[in-house]
């Protein structure tokens, strides 16, 4: 799709969803990749009853979403073909964080995997309920076996992976500071 400036009323319209009117004006990269953070937050949130303190992720990143877009939506015609269409990330960063094309459809397959054993988990839950109180248990005892192995097994799983997640980028962050102050002497 080519790059450039559309109809302002229309721009406005999808800037009220983050990445709208960025994939509008025909920055895909960008649009999605923002589209795909606002609801990830909503997803994982979700996910991991997270308290209602946490809903102010998304609403950060559906204000950064609007002013992106409209700040996009003031450039000339030569501005935008001159921006590249790079992911929302890239854009808080110094070049040093890129994350290929290919690693994001790796990334996305495994979400949408992820997805779908959710919900055959969520299937093999309520089956498992039918099936254990067909057999006479008691129902706080099958809500206690069913809860510990179907929903807070994956929570504790997720929780590691982002503490292993976190201590990686500290790590990285780590090294760059001490790159940097090497470089400098």
């Known amino acids: 799709m080519k790059k450039g400036n559309r109809n302002k009323f229309l721009t406005f319209c999808f800037s009220l969803l983050p990445g709208g009117a960025e994939m509008y004006m025909g920055f895909m990269k960008n649009g999605f990749s923002l589209l795909a953070c606002f ?13 209602d303190m946490f809903i102010i992720l998304p609403i950060i990143i559906w204000f950064y979403g609007f002013f992106h877009a409209r700040n996009l939506a003031k450039f000339t015609e030569e501005e935008l073909q001159a921006r590249p269409d790079t992911y929302i990330w890239e854009e808080f960063t110094d070049g040093s964080f890129t994350i290929p094309s290919k690693t994001v459809r790796v990334v996305g397959a495994i979400t949408l995997i992820l997805i779908g054993l959710s919900l055959i988990l969520g299937v093999i839950r309520n089956n498992t309920y ?52 090497i470089e400098m002497k």
Not at 39 to 51: D, P, R
Not at 136 to 154: K, M, V
């Open 39 to 51: 609801f990830c937050t909503f997803m994982i949130l979700g996910y991991i009853s997270a308290s």
């Open 130 to 181: 039918e099936f254990l109180y067909m057999f006479g248990l008691s129902e706080a005892r099958i809500n206690e076996i069913s809860s510990l192995i179907l929903y807070d097994l994956p929570k504790f799983v997720l929780a590691i992976i982002l503490i292993i997640l976190g201590i990686l980028l500290i790590r990285g962050k780590k090294k760059q500071i001490s790159s940097d102050t």
